[in-house]
């Protein structure tokens, strides 16, 4: 098959989306597919140093950047518009990310024109704490466009059952497929496992034990609470040290700090920025627990990446994999309140035994449930039974000349 992936950006300090984007086409390509991505070069207020509107092959997956023009945040690209009407007739499916975006509203709009199926992964946009920022706007963007490209889509992908259940208040009539993301477990668990490298990095987290943040530093991470959390843990043990890495896209990261100093424990904190590769294996492999208490996560990778890494986790029952972290007791899931997460991170970290009962649990639960070649071999048949379908739908209407007949 021929499929078509659109994404507003790959750029790394989008997190997630920008993540399980490419690596799930990379999957897909390993299967035998072919497959593209089509982007801008949008990264925050600069631009990506790539190659516009060429073919960069990355691990078998064709990558077109396109430039991007202003409004920036709506991630405008005429060129990518006009290369995705010439393109899109060509393929057999497209798989647009996210909403509320120029590139997959444009795609969504010339596939229906085109007669190709696609299906929409909403990336947590239509949960209700993201549904009702901005209402005003995105009302009009929704009956302007959102609803019918949502509507008319082929599939609407969730990551989670969670997620599916959460958008049905909404009353989309479009059918839904759950496909988790993955990990590739493996690079979890070579190299070194002491975490030695990180602490040499960063010293002042030597003799400590790390409590570990992973992600985007953004108010819908829970971060005020993990802060107020950490300084009641802070003021229970002197060994304890919150690690804070992930990009600072917004400035969020100063108020961040002003917590830190307002609870006293600035200099046991450390933001490293974003950590890629070898050095976010080293934190994860320093770190003795993995804390993210949000008040919306449509996933988690970062969850699955502890998970994968032996970690025992923490995290609150509004990351939507929460259910099946505790029905595998990988690791303690609390509501978004600072006294509870202060008390289950108090209670993994004073309890060594526990600790590594509940990595061994989740390194199981991933090997099970959230590896790629499992989401990529699900993704492909999704895909094969849509484009079958429209096959089929192709067929049973007569062509003009047998219609007269």
């Known amino acids: 098959m021929r499929i078509l992936h659109v994404i507003a950006s790959l750029a790394p300090r989008y997190g997630g989306p920008s993540q399980v984007c490419v690596e799930l086409c990379q999957e897909l390509a390993r299967a035998g597919e072919h497959v593209s991505i089509y982007t801008t070069n949008l990264d925050g207020p600069g631009t990506l140093d790539v190659p516009c509107q ?18 920036r945040r709506y991630a405008l690209s005429l060129p990518m518009a006009r290369a995705l009407r010439w393109t899109i007739p060509e393929q057999d499916l497209v798989h647009n990310h996210s909403l509320y975006f120029f590139p997959t509203t444009v795609s969504a709009h010339l596939c229906r024109r085109a007669g190709v199926p696609y299906v929409v992964r909403p990336h947590g946009t239509l949960d209700p704490y993201h549904f009702r920022h901005h209402r005003g706007r995105k009302w009009v963007y929704e009956r302007l466009f959102e609803w019918r490209n949502l509507n008319r889509a082929a599939a609407i992908h969730f990551t989670t059952r969670e997620e599916q259940e959460l958008t049905r208040p909404l009353g989309l009539t479009a059918p839904g497929v759950v496909v988790s993301p993955g990990v ?11 975490g030695a490298a990180f602490r040499d990095e960063w010293p002042k987290t030597r003799g400590r034990r790390i409590v570990l943040f992973l992600g985007r530093l953004t108010e819908k991470k829970g971060l005020d609470l993990l802060v ?35 609870e006293r424990i600035l200099d046991r ?21 993995f804390a993210l208490p949000s008040y919306t996560e449509n996933f988690g990778v970062a969850v699955v990446e502890a998970m994968a890494s032996g970690l025992p986790i923490v995290i609150s029952n509004r990351v939507n994999i929460w259910r099946e972290v505790a029905d595998a007791g990988a690791g303690l899931v609390v509501n978004c309140d600072v006294g509870e997460v202060a008390r289950a991170m108090a209670s993994v970290l004073s309890d060594p035994a526990a600790r ?33 379908a429209r096959n089929r739908s192709d067929l049973s209407v007569p062509s003009p000349k047998e219609a007269c007949k």
């Open 54 to 71: 060429v073919p960069v092959w990355v691990n078998g997956v064709e990558v077109r950047y396109f430039p991007v023009q202003s409004p």
């Open 184 to 194: 590739h477990a493996e690079r979890y668990q070579d190299g070194d496992r002491t």
């Open 228 to 262: 107020a959390a950490f300084g009641q843990l802070a003021r229970q043990r002197e060994d304890v040290h919150l690690v804070l890495a992930g990009p600072d896209n917004d400035g969020y990261g100063r108020t961040v700090r002003r917590w830190l100093e307002a």
């Open 269 to 289: 904190s450390t933001f490293t920025g974003m950590l890629l590769g070898s050095r976010k294996h080293a934190a994860l492999r320093a770190a003795d627990l």
């Open 356 to 388: 590594t009962t509940m990595g061994e649990r989740a390194r199981r639960l991933v090997a099970e449930r959230f590896t790629w070649p499992a989401a990529g071999k699900r993704m492909v048949e999704v895909y094969r039974e849509i484009v079958e």
